[in-house]
């Protein structure tokens, strides 16, 4: 499915028909490295997708110092082709994909006050991408499962690969991932947050406040308690 926006945006369609079947053979040893992968993504992301590429290197922090070497013939041919923009593909091909905000001081990791080598982060099996809890690991700077969006309807998206909203769930003291409403649709009061001008991040719901602590093993992690400005388990900043 990766061609699909240049298909679109250069006259064609990729149609999708319910009764057909769909073969993948897996090699043994695959037939790429991992970083031409990512140098083969940021191409992309270069040639195709204009302002929104942005959005894909808020997501992976390392494609941005990748060397994707020289795209100008593809651009040539896009022109040639007089290929649309990503922009057109948005609103009449996939209108109804959620374009992230990225405002700028709203999206990144978000670190820990109080247990200062630790970000929020959110690992879940592929086959179920809300079947994890809101944790705690070593703030790694790679994006991805550590990369998470304040939106201006409040809400804290994680929108790397799966569009999940976090949320608390009635008389719960973790924190769960659902899936986001459409754009056009209310948002939920359980996935309603403030973050706050002291650095707490307050959910009006159940009345708490985001905390890191220590589980009896030692591992970070984090619950809703009630809030309290002057505990630095309390508080929490974006960063990139």
């Known amino acids: 499915m990766l061609p699909s926006p240049k298909v679109w945006q250069c006259g064609g369609t990729l149609e999708i028909h319910p009764c057909s079947h769909v073969g993948h053979v897996f090699p043994k040893k695959a037939p790429?490295?991992?970083p031409n992968f990512l140098q083969n993504t940021a191409?992309?992301?270069?040639?195709?997708?204009?302002?929104?590429?942005?959005?894909?290197?808020?997501?992976?922090?390392?494609?941005?110092k990748e060397k994707?070497?020289?795209?100008s013939d593809r651009k040539i041919l896009r022109e040639k082709l007089q290929c649309r923009n990503f922009d057109w593909y948005l609103r009449n091909v996939f209108p109804d994909l959620h374009v992230p905000e990225d405002r700028p001081g709203w999206h990144g990791a978000i670190r820990s006050?109080?247990?200062?080598?630790?970000?929020l982060d959110y690992?879940?099996?592929?086959?179920?991408?809300?079947g994890a809890h809101l944790s705690l690991f070593g703030c790694h700077g790679q994006g991805g499962n550590q990369f998470f969006e304040y939106t201006t309807k409040r809400e804290i998206r994680f929108?790397?690969?799966?569009?999940?909203?976090?949320e608390v769930p009635e008389h719960q003291t973790y924190v769960g991932m659902r899936h986001c409403p459409k754009d056009a649709t209310p948002v939920p009061l359980n996935i309603i947050w403030e973050?706050?001008?002291?650095?707490?991040?307050?959910?009006p719901n159940s009345d708490k406040c985001l905390s890191a602590y220590r589980t009896s093993e030692g591992r970070a992690d984090v619950q809703m308690?009630?809030?309290?400005?002057?505990?630095?388990?309390?508080?929490?900043?974006?960063?990139?």
């Open 32 to 34: 790429y490295a991992r």
């Open 43 to 64: 191409r992309a992301a270069e040639v195709w997708m204009d302002a929104y590429k942005e959005h894909f290197y808020n997501r992976n922090p390392p494609a941005r």
């Open 68 to 71: 994707y070497g020289d795209i």
């Open 113 to 119: 006050s109080g247990i200062t080598s630790e970000c």
């Open 123 to 130: 690992n879940a099996p592929d086959h179920n991408p809300t």
């Open 159 to 166: 929108n790397s690969v799966t569009e999940l909203c976090a």
């Open 195 to 203: 973050f706050r001008l002291d650095g707490t991040i307050y959910h």
């Open 225 to 240: 308690q009630t809030c309290n400005a002057f505990d630095k388990n309390q508080l929490w900043k974006f960063e990139r």
